[in-house]
């Protein structure tokens, strides 16, 4: 708890957290609107409420099947990114190596190259050298962009923690396996789980890697929405973001309670 | 010590093969592409003359990096603030905060951007604000204006932005604050003096990615601003997806990519203060 | 390793689920057995313009020929640039069997020997069709399926008198409510073309056309949209008027509820032809020409007619009066200012640059 804040700096911290929420959520509303209209294209204010374009979005093929490929994309590729990540982390943070910061450096570096960079760049390598995009060249690039962040994290927490406890296992005969198991990883927890996090996020809203990279059996779902939107006009798509919002909510007040994820960020 | 020296690289390695495969190719894929004619055989610097020599073209780089300076610039100065509230206060209200700060990337771009295109229409809530206008907006409302661009990619990139500058503001420890404030600081001053340059190195890693995410973007600004207001990353997608000029794509992915780099190396040399 | 990912393992384990029980669920069910279908359990991929062209895709094509061979149509949306860069990407293992092109790519496509010519003797509906829609064949591609004329839309409701004239995109009175199409979309190029020869000039010179249209979109009295879906935002949220445009289009807004109407120009109209082709390097190009065969019977030229207002390309094809009424008939067919392909694939990219350079700011 912060101790003596001046009113005037409490006053303009609510003001600001008030327009973040505005900022932040009058466009969601206004999706979420336009996802109740009756009508049968996107309008703003809805006319006439109904939630037929939900049961569209729930039932329908064109969203299920990209919402399973990007599900299952963006777990695998955060899985990978954490375990790469953390294992990267682990070694520069804990070890003095030579040349620290340049592998550092590299290891950061998707942070700064534009993914449309990633995206037309892997498309021509993938079609000249081998068969043409694929589910599982779309996993490793979005693990390749989730790596970074699972770094950043990681070390961030590292960074802060104490040394002596490792030391004191080590001394106390502690093996390699039993000093990561109780002793390095849960140290890293809060960082592995943000940086997964970020990982999975990353992968599941990309759309600019994904629209380079498809192919007809390959469709994730922002480019299913982003498709639709082209050659439809229905509310349906509003629907389906409402809902993504909706689970992501849950999900995340669900993590706060279980793991306390708000620590996990600090 | 019983620590095999081969430990630390064993945990390097995965990560780094997956890099130089993943990453490394279709970057220098990409280069050498620049560089191929685009009827195929032969290095040329065609491409590259192509694309200095058209107003066009150039324009569309020049509003590209404009248009990221000013979106970071906005996102890094309002991010900073509310990391800083969101590292002092409680579990839940920090949670809080980051549902909302985050909930944006959730939905996806086109949609998200759909609530933008109402609110800045010419019927929108937003166009009908007073004083409007002095951010050009005109009969079409925000929509068509760089404002309106602005104000759109803001909101996606505002999360990024407090959530690297969270991690490094939490690591500043309270005590510094307190002591500072024992010291006969006030509250201002203290976060003049004290939080705000530790917190530099954050900031400016924060202004890094926000830069980089911004100046690969092109669905926003293509969709709030318009095919009038063409930015390089939009222009890189039109010519390799519809033109399917693939060489002349990946000489503007050069230029963009050397842009980045440079503002970035700028942007890390601000950050390093000396302890 | 016990790291703490309870999340991603439940999420996990939910996909796990879901992929199960849509396999279980999800494979379509064959119809009766019957001697007649030689093509049982054969996949056919087919690329779609989503909505609701795929809708009479559907309902007009792939349901009387999946029943007819047994086959497994898959239809995978795609529109026709993206069609295009992904058949030339895939060149050496083509994903698409049928592959539709509305903006004339078929052109560069049959160049690059990317799909295959179809013989006339392959399609049982080649008496009955239009010469239009089979002058192609020669040269290599595919079939008109379906013709849709490039007009102007109006909005019923704020226009009191219908535009007549191309040359009314110009008129002082739309100022501020046109909506023009961007040339990476090739409504955009053939409605400045339709203006240019409005304005009395011909696809060898376009300096009139486009700097007229270019100059309207630079002062801001209209605005530029670049796909569809960018037009039917500009006409229920940004207040615009008129827009040249193609009449399928106009259809799906106006079932869609908008108050559009779709008119033909007095200069006459240009119109956009959409093509069926097969892909080449595939397995059974046979059965892609039975499923272009099967687009262009009569039954399926209606379902197009009455759902968004295709003009039949099959002569035989017998529409409701209230369908013909709004329908370009067969006899109109000769008035469509058919562009010349080549010309325009030849000049497309300088054209689009000097629009582009005049329209940005």
Sequence with gaps: MVKSVPLVAKAAAVVLLAFLALYMLVPIIVVAGASLSESRFLAFPPTGLSLEWYVVALTSDVYLGPLQTSLLIAVVAAVIAATLGTAAALAVTRFPLPFSGAIQSFLLSPLIVPTIIMGIGTLTLVSVIGQGPDLWVLVVVHAVLGIPYVMRTVTGVMARSDRFTEEAARTLGAGTWSRYRFVVLPMARPGIVAGAFFAFNISFDDAVIALFLRTPQLETLPIAIYGRLEFSTDPSVAAVSTLMVLITVVTMIALEKAIGLGKAFV | ?275 | MRKNRMFPAIVGASITALALASCASGTPEAGGESEERPYEGVELVVTSFGGDWEAALIAGVVEPFEAATGAEVTLVTAYSADALAQITAQAGNPQYDVVHFSGGQELVAAQNDLILPIEASALSTYDELQPLAVEGMADGYGPVIQVTPVGLVYNSEKVTEAPTSWTDVLDPAYAGHVALTDFSNTYGVLSMLRVNDALGSSIDDVTEGLTALGNLAASGDAIVVASSADLQAAFAQRDIWLAPYAQDYAETLRQAGLPVEFVIPEEGITASFITANVVAGRENPELAEMFIDFSLKAEAQQVFAELMRYAPVNTTVELSDDVAGSVLAADQFDTIERYDSQKIADNRQTWTDDWNSRISQ
Aim: net charge positive.
């Design chain 2, 1 to 275: 010590m019983t620590i095999s020296r081969r430990e630390p690289w064993l945990l390097l390695l995965p990560a780094v093969a997956l890099l130089a495969l993943g990453f490394l190719t279709p970057v220098v894929g990409m280069l050498v592409s620049s560089v191929i004619a685009p009827e195929g055989g032969g290095v040329t610097l065609s491409n590259f003359e192509r694309l200095f020599g058209s107003e066009y073209y150039l324009g569309a780089a020049e509003r590209s990096l404009r248009l990221s300076l000013i979106q970071t610039a906005l996102a890094v100065i309002l991010a900073t603030p509310i990391a800083y509230i969101m590292s002092r206060a409680t579990s839940w209200v920090r949670t809080a905060v980051l549902v909302v700060v985050i909930l944006p990337l959730l939905t996806s771009v086109v949609v998200r951007t759909f609530g933008w295109v109402v609110l800045m229409g010419p019927a929108g809530a937003l166009s009908s604000l007073p004083g409007i206008e002095l951010l050009g907006a005109g009969s079409q409302g925000l929509l068509g204006t760089e404002a309106g661009v602005v104000i759109a990619m803001v909101q996606v990139l505002l999360p990024f932005a407090v959530l690297t500058i969270l991690g490094v503001m939490s690591s500043v420890k309270q005590e510094l604050e307190e002591a500072s404030r024992m010291l006969g600081a006030n509250f201002w001053r203290t976060l003049r003096h004290v939080v705000i340059p530790l917190s530099l190195p954050g900031i400016a890693s924060g202004a890094t990615l926000v830069f980089a995410l911004s100046v690969s973007s092109f669905i926003t600004p293509r969709l709030v601003g318009g095919v009038q207001l063409p930015v390089l990353a939009g222009t890189i997608y039109v010519d390799s997806t519809v033109g399917l000029d693939w060489p002349f794509a990946a000489a503007q992915s050069v230029l963009l990519f050397a842009g980045v780099i440079l503002v970035i190396a700028a942007t890390l040399r601000l950050g390093k203060v000396d302890r």
